[in-house]
C-alpha cells in the first residue's frame, strides 16, 4: 500500500516520517500489544506494507532481509490474534501463488499510521525538548 493509499484510506494527513528520522535526533516508535499478547509495531506493518506491494510473502521477506519463515510466523500471529486475517495466502498453479492484503489489514494499516500521527502530535513539543539535550 502507497502512501497516497494511506491518505486515502484514513482520511488525509501528514506523510509518515522514515524510520530512523526526527529532526532533533530523537523519533518516536509506537508499539501495541493486542489481547493475547501479541505484538504490533513498526516492522510488521512493514511487512504488510511489503506484502501489499509486492502481492507476496517471500517478496516482501526478501526486500526485508528477512527469512520467508520468519516474514509467514508474523504474519500467522496477526492472523491469529485477530478476529479476520490480514494477509491471505493463494496457493500456486498456472497464474502463480501469491498473497493478498485483505481490507482487515489494510484497516490495520492504516489505524496503526493514524495512531504514529497523533502520538507524534501529541507529544511533539518534548520530542524537541528531549533532542536538545542529547549529544552533538
Not at 530512523?20 to 505484538?39: A, F
Amino acid at each position: 500500500m502507497t502512501w497516497d493509499d494511506r491518505q486515502a484510506a484514513d482520511g488525509g494527513g501528514e506523510r509518515p516520517e522514515p524510520a530512523g528520522s526526527g529532526s532533533d535526533g530523537v523519533r518516536l516508535s509506537l508499539r501495541l500489544t493486542l489481547d493475547g499478547g501479541v505484538r504490533l509495531g513498526p516492522g510488521k506493518i512493514r511487512l504488510l506494507e511489503a506484502v501489499a506491494g509486492t502481492g507476496s510473502i517471500s517478496a516482501a521477506a526478501r526486500a526485508m532481509a528477512m527469512s520467508y519463515r520468519r516474514a509467514w510466523l508474523l504474519i500467522n500471529s496477526l492472523n491469529e490474534a485477530l478476529e479476520s486475517p490480514v494477509v491471505e495466502s493463494r496457493s500456486g498453479g498456472r497464474k502463480g501463488g501469491g498473497a493478498l492484503v485483505t481490507a482487515r489489514g489494510r484497516e490495520l494499516i492504516a489505524l496503526y499510521h493514524a495512531m504514529e500521527r497523533k502520538a507524534r502530535r501529541a507529544v511533539g513539543e518534548e520530542l524537541h525538548a528531549l533532542g536538545r539535550t542529547g549529544r552533538r
